[in-house]
């Protein structure tokens, strides 16, 4: 199992750019999970989804769009960067819940100018 | 909204010695978990507490789900190099859908 996997690494945006952060994994998870990282802020959830075609807001929404259309893959949309979107984005899955072991992906670092 | 508060906020010790971290709140919570994070990973599960009072150990790690529900402590003993990064508590309410909280992180650094 390749577990979470999370595409691209490291990205640079210019200030009104869209694009979308990738996130699969392949443990047939039900619970996937986006957070954002900021230095002395922890992890802030974004959006999560309890399964297929399920979404919903976590504490930092705004700005920010989820879809899952397949139990694998969980994308993140920003429709227009904004230098506060500057963070590093995980990706996380858990099998059906958010009390139970989460398992985080490498992470994506997002710039944006 | 609900937060957890974590201390301390970074920590430098000596290999060897003992460390203690804890996390609090206002609200109850159901769960509380610990997460350590390496440099330029994404965390890792230490240890989950899902009973109020329970003590819980894994290997040199020990936690406790505070008898309020509202606190959580971590103790690491007989600090070794590789225990650096960055430790999260998180804490979760009710059912299993929702919100996973998390606290700010302790950074700990382990001089040899």
């Known amino acids: 199992n390749a577990g979470v996997t999370q595409t691209p690494k490291f990205q640079v945006l210019k200030t009104g750019q869209s694009m979308t952060l990738q996130c699969a994994q392949d443990?047939?998870?039900?619970?996937m999970s986006w957070y954002r990282q900021d230095p002395g802020m922890g992890l802030r959830l974004i959006h999560y989804s309890v399964g297929a075609g399920i979404t919903d807001q976590g504490e930092v929404p705004n700005g920010y769009n989820v879809s899952r259309s397949t139990t694998e893959d969980f994308p993140l949309r920003l429709l227009s960067a904004a230098p506060s979107q500057t963070s590093v984005y995980f990706c996380?899955?858990?099998?059906?819940?958010?009390?139970?072991?989460?398992?985080f992906g490498p992470g994506t670092r997002l710039l944006v100018l | 909204g609900q937060q957890l508060n974590q201390s301390p906020q970074s920590m430098f010790i000596q290999e060897g010695e003992d460390v203690s971290m804890n996390c609090t709140s206002s609200?109850?919570?159901?769960?509380w978990l610990w997460y350590k994070q390496d440099p330029g990973e994404g965390p890792v599960l230490l240890i989950a507490?899902?009973?109020?009072?329970e003590l819980t150990s894994n290997g040199r790690l020990t936690a406790q789900f505070g008898i309020t529900r509202k606190d959580s402590f971590l103790n690491i003993s007989a600090s070794i190099p590789s225990d650096v990064g960055i430790y999260f508590c998180a804490a979760h309410g009710s059912g299993n859908t929702g919100k996973l909280i998390f606290g700010q992180g302790t950074t700990l650094q382990v001089k040899p």
């Open positions: 507490l899902y009973k109020a009072g």
């Open positions: 609200s109850i919570f159901n769960t």
């Open positions: 443990m047939n998870h039900e619970y």
């Open positions: 996380a899955s858990s099998k059906s819940g958010a009390r139970e072991t989460q398992y």
